[in-house]
């Protein structure tokens, strides 16, 4: 596959991605008012630096959240738009989605086991590893086409 049709499916691809994640964050507020559910916890058993620490995990998780949507949002829309994706900003556009994956695991895992008193650890933390990776290949990439527009 050449550059030119590489960076066509890259575009129409972060297109579909793009309109896919717009569409799943609308569905997800939607469908969050409905039932009336109760989210509030109870930290009466709880020590107050247990309820300081479960505040904050809480914050880091809605806040690593918002962010990584806010960053996979830019990233989309700055492959959609640009020639080619190694540029310095998709490099840390992705590292930063990357961490922003490991804090949310670390953060929830952190608030259930203050919660529930139960450890609980997925793979989401993998996921943000792996993105990490991805940033790194994409730096060295950013690299390689460097040399390659300079000896042309």
């Known amino acids: 596959m050449d550059k030119k049709q590489l960076t066509r499916k890259i575009k129409r691809i972060s297109h579909i991605s793009l309109i896919a994640m717009v569409v799943y964050v609308v569905l997800n507020i939607i469908g969050f008012f409905p039932e009336k559910r109760s989210y509030m916890l109870n930290f009466k058993e709880h020590s107050l630096p247990g309820n300081i620490t479960g505040a904050i995990s809480l914050a880091a998780v809605f806040f690593c959240a918002v962010a990584g949507f806010v960053t996979a949002f830019m990233l989309l829309n700055d492959l959609s738009k640009k020639r080619t994706p190694f540029t310095l900003r998709i490099c840390n556009l992705l590292r930063n989605l990357g961490v922003y994956f490991i804090i949310i695991e670390i953060a929830k895992a952190v608030f259930i086991f203050i919660v529930s008193r139960e450890i609980r650890i997925e793979l989401f933390w993998f996921t943000g590893l792996v993105l990490y990776a991805f940033s790194l290949v994409f730096r060295?990439?950013?690299?390689?086409?460097?040399?390659?527009?300079e000896t042309l």
């Not at 060295?140 to 527009?149: A, E, P, T, V, Y």
């Open 140 to 149: 060295h990439g950013k690299r390689l086409q460097k040399q390659s527009d």
